[in-house]
């Protein structure tokens, strides 16, 4: 499979706190991108990281990118219970249909108020 | 703007039967997908589309069809359809890859029985 992973597969946190999940690849990729499925909706893109960019924030969202290590990680702050959803790394190789994402098998965040 | 819409919601078909579903996205993007998705697997592309009249597989494009006669469709056809392919499909589309989101629809839940 080229499938990205994600670690951990699941994760129960209290609201307030902060999520932090990781994704790992194994071959070069051109961006890695976050998105979001909220229970039975189509994923939400979330913020799409270059592989000449090591950080990058978006509200109360931080990824980082290490290409060295293939892989990258998405910190969520001050979590509430709107952010319980799956969370999905995909990665985008080259250009053309070389830059289909493949999408990993997602880390499911529960939130509690 | 309606972004990516998916027809039907909901399927239920019988081994052998037959249907097609449909994706249409009204954002002028040259590039649709269609994913399947099946718990703890993440996403799986069947088929893309770089443009209109065309069509490539993906990583699993056996028992399905597809076709894009309009920019703005993309239609995944099952012929006999067989209980294995009980997912969760989603459509996508988004510009010229690579470093471009892809923009998803809400998805048809589809049993064979």
């Known amino acids: 499979s080229q499938q990205g992973e994600e670690d951990p597969q699941a994760l129960s946190i209290q609201e307030g706190e902060n999520a932090t999940m990781n994704c790992s690849y194994k071959t070069s990729i051109n961006n890695l991108q976050w998105y979001r499925q909220n229970s039975g909706r189509g994923l939400v893109h979330l913020i799409l990281?270059?592989?000449?960019?090591r950080e990058k924030h978006s509200g109360r969202l931080r990824v980082t990118l290490d290409t060295s290590k293939k892989s990258s990680s998405l910190l969520i702050t001050a979590s509430r219970a709107a952010d319980t959803a799956s969370y999905f790394c995909?990665?985008?190789?080259?250009?053309?249909?070389?830059?289909?994402?493949?999408f990993g098998k997602g880390t499911k965040l529960s939130v509690k108020p | 703007n309606a972004g990516v819409t998916q027809t039907p919601k909901f399927r239920v078909l019988k081994t052998g039967q037959s249907m097609t579903l449909l994706c249409a996205q009204d954002?002028?993007?040259?590039?649709m997908y269609w994913y399947r998705q099946d718990p703890g697997m993440g996403l799986r592309l069947i088929h893309y589309?770089?443009?209109?009249?065309?069509?490539a597989k993906g990583e699993v494009p056996d028992g399905y069809n597809v076709s894009r006669l309009k920019k703005q469709n993309f239609l995944l056809g099952l012929e006999s359809a067989a209980p294995s392919q009980t997912s969760v499909y989603f459509c996508?589309?988004?510009?010229?890859?690579?470093?471009?989101?892809?923009?998803f629809g809400p998805g048809t839940r589809l049993t064979v029985t």
């Open positions: 589309s770089v443009g209109e009249g065309t069509t």
């Open positions: 990281i270059r592989s000449n960019e």
């Open positions: 954002m002028n993007h040259e590039y």
């Open positions: 996508a589309s988004s510009y010229q890859p690579p470093g471009y989101e892809q923009y």
């Open positions: 995909a990665r985008g190789a080259g250009g053309g249909s070389q830059g289909n994402l493949i």
